[in-house]
């Protein structure tokens, strides 16, 4: 078997709580190195997790002999530099969500990937849950008949660190670094995870408000957008509500019925029929990253095909950046 030696660039609370652990878990798969700007985080994470070799340079570990696969774990506006920087390298990447903090950028990783004939992988990890696979199941066995619309409502208070000044916000306010605002680091999931299941949005409308005046980015998004089998879809997308307007909902609307479910906290599924009203409870791994970074591996092994490709990953920024206005 193959061993996958994966080397980390970035080291911050995703690879900690999300995927980190994932990597070693997997049979024939381990984590060598790892790298970030400050010294003092990635010696400390090597130390912590029993990692060989740190680094503070990204080129130094993806020169590494030690490496043959490299994680991309940063801010999106480095993720196609670092991406592209592998795959020239030789080496297949996986990619944090979303492949990078614009729709151009995309292209560039996609058009290297296919150059050097080397994968690039997208952790668009739920997917692979077996909460969103349910999901799936139910709308693919036709019990909610044909679908007819989609709709996305998310909305929750504004955090402490918002309120922080301007050169302190954190990174995901800050449009530069991360392609916009809230909305570009968590529309993602589901806007992903709705072409998945209905194909490629071809069309995109948004209006784009910020309403709290806390920051410069957009804290307010309404979308509509239709999906290549032509079926339509809208969202909302708020990040400075009260308490009790919080919500994670995306509902699927169907003529025989229609069921919600909830991206962020999965909380359980609820299916309405001409049968009554069901609440279905799904569980998840402890890791979420899990599933995805098995397949990668076993993709990367000859086992399996890895359909979460940088192609794949691709549309999502599209429609990001139309209902932004940036395309």
């Known amino acids: ?14 690879t900690e709580l999300k ?26 994470y090597a130390v912590k997790h029993g990692v060989p070799h740190w680094y503070t340079d990204a080129q130094e ?63 668009y990890y739920r997917r692979y849950l077996p909460y969103f696979q349910r999901v799936k199941e139910i709308v693919k066995s036709n019990t909610i008949g ?35 605002g809230y909305f570009y680091d968590l529309a993602p999931h589901q806007l992903d995870l709705l072409q998945e299941m209905f194909g490629v949005i071809i069309d995109a409308h948004g ?29 909302s997308w708020c990040f400075t509500v009260h308490e009790s307007a919080r919500e994670d909902c995306v509902e699927i609307i169907g003529d025989r019925g229609r069921l919600t479910f909830a991206v962020f906290d999965y909380s359980p599924i ?13 569980a998840n791994p402890s890791y979420v990253q899990y599933p995805i970074i098995k397949n990668v591996i076993e993709h990367l092994q000859g086992l399996a095909l890895c359909s979460c490709t940088s192609v794949s990953a691709t549309p999502v920024n599209w429609a990001l950046d139309r209902i932004l206005g940036k395309i």
């Open 146 to 180: 044909k679908v007819v619309n989609v709709q996305v409502r998310f909305a929750v208070p504004a955090r402490t660190e918002d309120l922080m000044p301007e050169g302190e916000l954190p990174w995901r306010l800050q449009p530069e670094i991360a392609g916009g």
């Open 207 to 235: 209006i784009c408000a910020n309403r709290g005046g806390m920051y410069k980015a957009e804290d307010s998004v309404s979308a509509c957008f239709r999906f290549e089998n032509g079926l339509p879809g809208s969202g």
């Open 1 to 14: 078997m193959k061993q996958i030696r994966w080397g980390f660039i970035g080291c911050g609370e995703v």
């Open 270 to 282: 609820q299916l309405y029929t001409s049968h009554g009203h069901e609440a279905i409870s799904v």
């Open 61 to 123: 570990l993806i020169d590494s002999p030690e490496v043959n696969a490299v994680y991309v774990a940063t801010p999106p506006s480095s993720h196609a530099t670092f991406a592209i920087m592998a795959m020239k390298a030789g080496k297949p990447v996986y990619v944090e969500k979303p492949l990078s903090a614009s729709y151009e950028d995309c292209a560039r990783v996609n058009r290297i990937s296919e150059q050097t004939g080397v994968p690039c992988f997208v952790a």
């Open 19 to 44: 995927s980190g652990p994932a990597f070693s878990e997997v049979e024939g798969s381990q984590v060598v190195a790892v790298m970030s700007r400050t010294e003092k985080r990635a010696r400390a």
